[in-house]
């Protein structure tokens, strides 16, 4: 997600915070449907994401959590309201972070969650100091990839759980036509298939504990971006007095690099072990 889409994501009055025994239930009702259907509602996509990893991942009330985001997610204000949790974001634009603080002061319940401006390759947080990092989307536009994971690994908990959403190369080699569009669009750094994450993951040190293929939900979130970039471009156009039909080709682009099986999306849940091994590296 980027700059353009904060507006159409916060229009979307939320419901009221749910507490007690519905607030452990709500995320995992979902998931069912994300898996069986897509689902209209643009901003509900994050909302989907946060209960797939919370549910993967194990997340609860007890749970203390870092969102390294890269754009105007805020999976945590999802999981805060659900689990009454603690936690702390980080993003790379001061935008994104007023944005998420916005978000959550609107809502009617007080959370213990908050954000700051700061990089995944350099997290500001003492080794050991979260139970889980989750990540929505945000991975994938790190210039150095593996010092990110390292990050992540140091400032987790042993046994802690990393569980993160993000694009994936379906191949080692994709068409220069779909790394201008794809690679250029939403800020690819660098070409990452999911092989390549699952062994660079464990060369930091983790272990892979699940891995879900969400091809659908990217086609529905692709779907949905461009709706909203379409009425964004009509609006504008209209209120410039011009008549030209926006023009979504880079929209049909990238669908097209899903449909041919050269980009796709998933999400991996991995594990910080809890026993020492002198051959992982340690963070906490």
Not at 123 to 129: A, D, K, N, Q
Not at 215 to 232: P, S, Y
Request: some cysteine; hydrophobic content about 40%; overall charge negative.
């Amino acid at each position: 997600m980027h700059d353009q889409d904060m507006e159409h994501f916060s229009a979307s009055e939320d419901e009221t915070p749910d507490s007690g025994a519905h607030a452990a239930e709500a995320p995992w009702r979902h998931i069912r449907e994300l898996r069986e259907r897509a689902l209209d509602d643009y901003r509900s996509t994050v909302e989907q994401t946060a209960a797939i990893l919370a549910a993967e991942a194990g997340i609860n009330a007890s749970s203390e959590v870092l969102e390294v985001g890269g754009g105007c997610e805020a999976l945590l204000c999802y999981l805060a309201r659900w689990f009454d949790l603690r936690g702390e974001g980080i993003f790379p634009h001061e935008a994104y972070v007023r944005f998420a603080k916005d978000l959550c002061r609107s809502r009617t319940h007080q959370f213990d969650i908050d954000f700051r401006q700061a990089s995944v390759l350099r997290l500001p947080y003492e080794p050991g100091t979260f139970t889980h990092v989750v990540s929505h989307g945000a991975l994938h536009r790190a210039p150095d990839k593996r010092r990110g994971h390292a990050e992540i690994h140091r400032v987790l908990r042993a046994g802690g759980f990393f569980a993160l959403s993000d694009f994936f190369q379906l191949r080692r080699t994709i068409s220069e036509r779909t790394r201008r569009h794809v690679h250029d669009r939403f800020g690819w750094s660098s070409g990452h298939t999911l092989l390549e994450c699952h062994v660079a993951l464990e060369e930091a040190g983790f272990e892979i504990v699940s891995i879900i293929n969400l091809d659908g939900f990217l086609k529905l979130v692709l779907r949905e971006n461009a709706a909203a970039a379409r009425m964004r471009a009509e609006r504008e156009a209209c209120a410039a007095g011009r008549e030209d039909p926006p023009d979504l080709s880079s929209w049909d682009e990238v669908w097209d690099a899903v449909d041919h099986g050269e980009v796709g999306w998933a999400t991996l849940v991995a594990r910080k072990p809890d026993y020492a091994d002198p051959g992982i590296p340690r963070g906490a």
